[in-house]
């Protein structure tokens, strides 16, 4: 059974940063596409940035390109996400998601409908 558990977030200013932290167990994770989402309120889930399997392709939504980056340790298990210059508009529920199906394997990005493991989201909240 595929279990996440999601961390680090918190309190920022504008401009600062965070590191979310997402723990994975029940999976090889090296067989797997990984990806970060975010949910804010009154709006629908959003894909932030994805790994696929070999961590190729990297996909980054517009709005977070040159501020967030994703990564991941297999041996470990964990999945990463660096968030640097944050924005108010970065507030939000931020999920972990993988997906082991071949599409999502091949372009996570085109294949977020697939993402369907989840964890329990971490909040990050951006003041201005």
């Known amino acids: 059974q595929v279990q996440l558990v999601e961390s680090g977030g918190g309190l920022v200013q504008a401009g600062g940063s965070l590191r979310l932290s997402c723990a994975a167990s029940?999976?090889?994770?090296?067989?797997?596409?990984v990806a970060w989402f975010r949910q804010s309120a009154g709006k629908e889930r959003e894909g932030v940035s994805c790994?696929?399997?070999?961590?190729?392709?990297?996909y980054y939504a517009d709005s977070v390109k040159g501020r967030f980056t994703i990564s991941r340790e297999n041996y470990k298990k964990t999945v990463s996400l660096q968030m640097n210059t944050l924005k108010p508009e970065d507030t939000a529920i931020y999920y972990c998601?993988?997906?082991?199906?071949?599409?999502?394997?091949?372009?996570?990005?085109?294949?977020?409908?697939?993402?369907?493991?989840w964890g329990q989201g971490t909040r990050v909240t951006v003041s201005s």
């Open positions: 998601g993988v997906s082991g199906r071949f599409e999502a394997q091949l372009n996570c990005s085109a294949a977020f409908n697939t993402f369907t493991d």
């Open positions: 790994l696929s399997a070999g961590d190729d392709p990297i």
């Open positions: 029940g999976l090889s994770l090296e067989y797997y596409a």
